[in-house]
Every structure is written in C-alpha cells, then in structure tokens.
C-alpha cells in the first residue's frame, strides 16, 4: 500500500453541539440535522449503516435508505429473506449509523425492529418506479448466483409477466426500528469531537454529553 494510512488526518473544526442548546426530544433534534444536511447537499444524506446480528451473534453491516421517519420511528425496506431480513427475524435489535463528512457530523442510532403494515409496504412499494418494482421480483437478495445473466434471465420474465401494474413481492416490505438510544457526534479539533447520547425511559428522553 503506497499511502501510509497512519498519515491521512483530517481536523473537525466547523461547528459544535452544545447539550444546553439540543432540543429537548431526540427525534426533533435528528430532524433538525437531517434537514440541514438536505440543505447542505450532502451526498446521499438518506444513506444509512443497518448493523444486525444473526442469532449465533455474528454482527453484519450494510448501507440501506431511510425512507421515513414516522411515529418516532425509522423506516426502510428490504427483501424479508436476505441475510438483514433472516437476522432480524431471529434477533430484531439494530443500529443504525448516519455519516455526513460534509457537516463533520454522525448520528448512531440503537433500538428495536419490526415490520411495517402490509398497507404501509404495498403504498411504498407502488410509489417506486417501474423498473425498482421489477428489480425487487428479479434479485433473490442475498443467494449465491452463478452469474448475472440469471438475474437478467429473471428481470425479462417478469418484464413480460407483469405487462402492466407491478404487484409488491410476499417477500418484500418495511421494518421500522423504534429507538432507544440516539448520539449525536460533532466534530471537533483535536479529535476532542462533542458527543450528546439520547436515551429513552418511558416517555421522556435523558441527555448526556460523552466524552469523546
């Protein structure tokens, strides 16, 4: 490796996060970030790290899209049989790990995992393109497959199976994840970075500041 990586810094020094100044409701304050970080331009300010645990207890990451926030909850959705879905249905605690370097900023997020409604993943699934829709029916998520003509194989049949209206997969939906920790993380100089963790009891929200 030609870049000696011990080497590659960056120093944090665009703003703060004060623990007197947060609001007081964690999901008001992650919606405060969120929209500066759309007002920002941020790239892909919808990406999302899902950390799950499969039930021998071996963690796996990937990137996902939020694709709501309601009722004080994290929406996205995924093929309920790929290795996510699989992990969920047998330990359904997550996290959840915003990055946005343009804003020197993360948002770690903890909490417990469910499924949506069937009408809440049939209304998202019909609101996606054509061709999303179709890509949901071609990909057997997660399997092993021999080579990608299998998967385009599968795309032209459903192509011309499903001339029309494109039905939502049994197999395709929403989880919400409901929260019980959330951390905001600003950078700072000399990686004295200020960290303010959320943690829900009951109907209230607790606020801490941690060291860095």
Known sequence: MSTILADIRTEYSKQSLNKKEVDKNAIVQFEKWFEEAIQSKVLEPTAVNLATVSSDGKPSARIVLLKGLEDDAFLFYTNYESQKGKELADN???????????????????????????????KYFHSRPRKSQLGAWASKQSTVVKKREIITNFLQKYIAEFAHEVPKPPFWGGYRLIPDTIEFWQGRPSRLHDRIRYTKEADDWIIERLAP
């Open 92 to 122: 359904p605690f997550a996290a959840l790990t915003f990055f946005w370097p343009e804003l020197e900023r993360q948002v770690r997020i903890t909490g417990i995992v469910g499924k949506v409604s069937e009408e809440t993943s049939e």
